[in-house]
């Protein structure tokens, strides 16, 4: 079973305005990570914000923010004020305990900032 | 943050031939290190974890005699794909972590993109 679903293979987004980027979960396991990565074109991953299932708060980095809503499984990532710097592929991904911090990646989604 | 690098950052290799791809951690030590492996505009997929001193483990449907895997010091991995063929055409992404650490901090080296002719 897919542990990770981003439903949206692609978006576009006007300068300066917010976009939210979906995903939703799949575990059992009460102790789990969420994590959000971009990756340009370049190809590297760059980390941008983690939440933790048992965190209370909603994480933020900056323009960052993630939704966390745990009953519905779900962990939008949300950036504000979209740069064309931005234009890359997000990936949400899953760490659950005990695996030796592997990680399990959605299919990603691409988002294309217009000027 | 952390560093890590990956050695080459792109090759090109005849079918049948083998390539080594090497991850390096610059500024710490790389207790568990992982590769995955990427198509273009696809996910990344876990092919093995690799934990200092000992043997590779490999996900389900990854061959471990093609793709070699040695992590035998704290800074250095290398994935060797033995006989290439163009369906092993792909970017190699390695990523690092440090024991006692947050288990959040995982570092991804740059990625190496392999293409067989």
């Known amino acids: 079973a897919q542990k990770i679903t981003q439903t949206q293979p692609g978006m576009f987004v006007q300068e300066k305005e917010a976009v939210t980027l979906d995903c939703t979960y799949d575990?059992?396991?009460?102790?789990?990570?969420l994590f959000w990565y971009k990756q340009p074109s370049s190809g590297e991953m760059i980390f941008l914000i983690y939440?933790?299932?048992?965190?209370?708060q909603n994480a933020t980095e900056g323009r960052y923010s993630l939704n966390f809503q745990k009953a519905r499984k779900s962990a939008n990532l949300v950036i504000s004020a979209s740069q064309l710097g931005d234009s890359a592929m997000y990936f949400c991904a899953m760490r659950e305990s005990g695996n030796d911090y592997k990680l399990s990646f959605g299919a990603g989604t691409t988002v294309t900032v217009r000027a | 943050g952390a560093v890590v690098s990956q050695h080459p950052s792109w090759v090109i290799c005849k079918s049948g031939t083998s390539v080594k791809i090497e991850c390096r951690s610059l500024?710490?030590?790389?207790?568990?290190m992982f590769w995955y492996r990427q198509f273009p505009k696809q996910s990344l997929m876990l092919m093995a974890t690799s934990n200092e001193g000992s043997k590779a483990t490999y996900e389900q449907g990854v061959e471990k005699d093609k793709f070699l895997i040695n992590h035998a010091s704290l800074t250095l991995s290398t994935l060797t794909v033995t006989s290439a063929h163009p369906e092993d055409s792909s970017f190699y992404i390695c990523?690092?972590?440090?024991?006692?650490?947050?288990?959040?901090?995982?570092?991804f080296g740059p990625g190496t993109r392999l293409t067989v002719t």
């Open positions: 575990t059992s396991d009460p102790s789990y990570g």
């Open positions: 939440q933790g299932s048992y965190d209370q």
């Open positions: 500024d710490f030590q790389a207790t568990t």
């Open positions: 990523s690092a972590r440090e024991a006692g650490t947050p288990h959040w901090e995982q570092y």
